[in-house]
């Protein structure tokens, strides 16, 4: 019964992603602020000598390394799929959800479906850099993880009710392990791929930036350990941080598109200069940068006034993320000591409750005490009483 459930499902569902898939491997769609990035080859040649800051020498390995999730086995990427690769995924996925009961089974696997694009699209930047078509992928690769944590996120109440602390934990943990990597990965895409496509790029991220800060703030209130919770903190003030960065990015990246689309020479110079700074606050995040800066001072003492320009750029860069984290730190330290208070306080009123309680109890005690000596005081009075009525009348009685 459930091989003609499949195979029915596989004959509805191919036609439809078919037509997707052919739809993600098509050109991408022509981006019209790149047509102001008309650079001269000179600048073309210069751009690309930013990329690589240590001269004669290949770009660094990466000083961040992608993450494993907790108890979820995610697919090895090993090459780049092919167009039939990417449709029989596709394929794969949308019967995977359907034949998934529950709706935090669901999200998991929409989380793990999430992390495996992310990775094809970083193979992408590893293994084709300068192949167009494989950076169209990319760019799609990066729309369908945002397209699955969409999902994750609006049904975020449906799968977070009634699911085991268990659970719990280890879905918010995944999800923040996720959006890491996916920071990181699009941090590499960014730095790696040709000009147009890393326009494309960057607001992409720019995009998936709101999403991603709703379904983390979402999680952060939720039923998990101490220590989750500050790695979900740590993460979120790192993607916002970042996402700042593109955003501000794009927006001056614009300004300078349209000046030069209206002939302002000046915009062009300051353009490239845009583009050199993101590419080392890139490269910052990305590689062994003290490395890079230890070649660079040694080519400015010896008189390189290139390499001392793109020494301060380093340093302006480093001194601006520093602060930034600093006062991300600041931001996590003051939201701890907050719960931390509200606990105390929390803890101190029901201590209050117990000794309120406890010393009204005392005072009970001491008035049913003092009540009981008065009942007592009132027996003596009495007993003397009678004992002289007695007294009194075996006196009267001998005197008849």
Known sequence: ?????????????APVRAEEVASDTASAATIDEATADNLTATDVEADEEIVNLASGG????????????????????????????LWWRSVRETLTLTFTWGEMNKAEKALKF??????????????????????????????????????????KDKWSEGASQEKMEKMVKNIAIHQSNSDMILDELEKELAEGDTTAISELREKGAGSCSRLLNA????????????????????????????????????????????????????????????QTQLQIRT???????????????????????????????????????????????????VQTQTQVQTTTGKNNDQSDNGSNSAAR???????????????????KVSESANVANGAGANKK
């Open 287 to 337: 590689e062994n940068v003290e490395q890079i800066k230890t070649q660079l001072e040694e080519q400015a003492a010896a008189g390189d006034i290139k390499a001392e320009k793109k020494l301060e750029i380093i340093n302006r860069v480093q001194e601006n993320q520093k602060q930034t984290e600093e006062a991300a730190k600041e931001s996590i330290q003051t939201q701890s000591q």
């Open 365 to 383: 005690d001491e008035e049913v005490q003092a009540l009981g000596e008065k009942i007592q005081a009132v027996l003596d009075e009495k007993n």
């Open 58 to 85: 290949s770009l660094d390995e990466a000083v961040t390394e992608i993450e494993d999730f907790d108890g979820t086995e995610v697919d090895e990427i090993e090459k780049i799929p092919s167009n039939f690769g």
């Open 114 to 155: 999430a992390e495996e694009r992310m990775r094809i699209a970083q193979m992408i930047a590893e293994k084709a850099p300068d192949d167009t078509k494989a950076q169209e992928k990319a760019q799609k690769m990066i729309e369908k993880a945002q397209k699955f944590m969409e999902k994750v996120e609006t049904k």
């Open 1 to 13: 019964m459930v091989l003609p459930v499949l195979c029915l499902s596989l004959i509805l569902v």
């Open 219 to 278: 999680v952060a209130n939720e039923n998990i350990s101490a220590e989750t919770k500050e790695h979900l903190e740590e993460v979120k003030a790192r993607i916002e941080e970042h996402a700042t960065e593109v955003a501000e990015y794009n927006m001056e990246r614009k300004t300078l598109q349209e000046k030069v689309r209206n002939g302002e020479e000046s915009a062009k110079a300051d353009l490239q200069a845009l583009k050199e700074e993101r």
